[in-house]
Structure formats: C-alpha cells, structure tokens
C-alpha cells in the first residue's frame, strides 16, 4: 500500500468565516474505513486517565491504532464525530485538550461534529470519538 496521503479537497464556501480546529467538509476517493466509537482508555480497556483532556487522547490514540490496521494514518482521517458527557467541562478544558489533538492528530483538522450527551456506556468515559478516513 502507498504511504501518501490522499487528495483531501477541503470544502469552505466562499465569504464564511474561517472554520478553526475542523473543516467543514472534506472531499476524497480511496479505501474507506469506518472507525467505531472509542473511549479514553487502554486497549486493555483500563482507564488511565480520568481528566477529559487525557481521555481525548487515549481516544485518539485508540483510533490511529485501529486505522493503522488498515494501513492509515491521521492524515486520512475525513471526519470525527464526538460525544462528551459535559459541554461544560469541554469548554473549560480547551487548550488541554487542543495540545492533546495536535499530539495524536497533529495539525490534520478533518469534519468534525461534536455533541453533548447525557451519559456513554462506561460509566468512566466523559469522551467516545468515531471516525472516517479515506485511504489512498
């Protein structure tokens, strides 16, 4: 398998204001791999962290090795939904949870959509992320 990126077209129409930490849309063509949910912990399914920040990152991290299985990478990551247990606690923890993104993800901003939920299966979990890529 090629190890190139694939050509991403990010979709801003034009006069919107400029979209910061996601894209509004992204066009591709390649292999797709559909990601399931996954929560911030191990893949012992140990929570590591307890702080949002740090679970954000154990999913992420949960998703690249997943995608790596298909051999992907971050970069061919078209969309991210997520659900948090506490918008609250999201906003309070931007920049934490910023720095942890760009570790895993780098500076790699696909569609994303986030939602506030009432509670995930695992009472632990204040974070579950699924995600698309397109491989080339």
């Known amino acids: 398998m090629t190890e190139t990126a694939p ?3 990010i979709l801003h129409p ?3 204001k400029k979209a910061s930490g996601y894209a509004n849309g992204v066009a591709s063509e390649g292999r797709t791999v559909w990601v399931g949910g996954q929560i911030g912990w191990n893949g012992q399914q140990v929570f590591e962290a307890s702080d ?4 954000t990152r154990q999913a992420l991290e949960n998703i690249v090795a997943v995608l790596a299985e298909a051999g992907g ?3 061919h990551v078209v969309r991210l939904t997520w659900y948090v247990v506490d918008k609250r606690d999201y906003l309070a923890n931007l920049k934490g949870i910023g720095e942890a993104y760009r570790a895993v993800m780098g500076r790699h901003f696909p569609a994303m959509t ?3 939920v009432v509670a995930l299966i695992e009472d632990e979990a204040k974070v579950e992320i699924e995600a698309t890529a397109v491989l080339p």
């Open 7 to 9: 050509p991403h077209e």
């Open 114 to 116: 986030m939602v506030q």
């Open 14 to 16: 034009a006069g919107w």
């Open 52 to 55: 949002l920040a740090g679970q």
């Open 73 to 75: 990478r971050p970069e």
